[in-house]
């Protein structure tokens, strides 16, 4: 059974008052409202909460891929909020894997190929075949997607994502189009990347029953962290229905 997060563990993300305003025409929406909150290394965090609570946007800022309004986030200390374009796509590039609801691989390429895309542009990858043997693809690495499965396709998506060894891992709704027993089978790939590699990993959902495989869980509302629970004992991922 993996151990619980110690809060001693170094501090990945920092975040004080963050806020973001979307303008539409007349109209502000606020999708974030003041958020304050801590990462730790090695943690597993699931942001739980309905469509509307501002989950997606969170995970957007903190993977650079939208800034703050206001506010402030750090990154081991590296500012994020006024960081440029430059600075973001540099942090994009090296430091975050994302994993999406839907998989975003290209069809004319096998797993190993697509997994291959992010190996040659980073730094210090592990090898296609590493990242696919994972996530349990070994096996399947020279299939193209259209002879692979929901799940599979999420798997090789999930090893594009830690192809690149990010110390973050950022997941949005990763089982949202899969059933049951398919979405079990990409989250103990999600969960064995967070105890092996030790990557923070973060699991945006709506599924409640998903908050007991984390360290922590955060109840995002109306743009709001409205709670906070530490999970003493992490469930294995096979005990989760829903």
Known sequence: MPPVAVTTSPVVFEARGLR??????ELDVVALHGVNLVFHAGELVVLLGA??????????ILGGLDVP????LRYKGWALDDGGERTLTQFRRNC??????FYNLIPSLTARENVALITEIAPDPM????????VG????????????SGGEQQRVAIARAIAKKPEVLLCDEPTGALDVHTGITVLEAVERI???LGTLTVVITHNAAMADMADRVLHLS?????????????????????
């Open 20 to 25: 973001k305003v979307y303008h539409t025409g």
């Open 51 to 60: 469509s509307g609570s501002g989950k997606s946007t969170l995970l957007n």
């Open 69 to 72: 309004t206001a506010g402030q």
């Open 96 to 101: 975050v894997g994302f994993v999406f609801q």
């Open 127 to 134: 090898k296609p075949e590493e990242a696919l043997d994972m």
């Open 137 to 148: 693809l070994g096996h399947r690495m020279d299939h193209f997607p259209s002879q692979l």
């Open 194 to 196: 967070n105890r092996e």
């Open 222 to 242: 109306d743009g709001q962290i409205v709670k906070e629970r530490h999970n003493e004992q992490r469930l294995p991922v096979t005990s989760l229905r829903w």
